[in-house]
């Protein structure tokens, strides 16, 4: 589920859930909804996102790759 990568990604990147939201521009309740689930960010959003977690889109997503 791509929740688990939003909140895995952040904790990797040593943010606090109000630090990321700050980073992001959007209220920490929102970015809450994204990690549990409950509501799902637009792609300038998952973009922003793994810029500020230094991650990729595809981690953030769950999204493996087979070799």
């Known amino acids: 589920m791509a ?3 939003f ?3 952040r904790q990797r990147a040593s943010m606090s859930l109000r630090e990321a939201a700050e980073e992001l521009e959007v209220p920490p309740c929102t970015l809450a909804r ?4 409950r509501e799902e960010p637009d792609a300038l959003v998952v973009r922003q996102m793994a810029l ?3 991650c990729t889109c595809d981690e953030l997503l769950g999204i493996e ?3």
């Not at 994204?34 to 689930?37: D, L, R, T």
């Open 7 to 9: 909140k895995r990604c």
């Open 34 to 37: 994204f990690e549990e689930g």
């Open 3 to 5: 929740s688990e990568g």
């Open 52 to 54: 500020a977690y230094s």
């Open 65 to 67: 790759r087979e070799e």
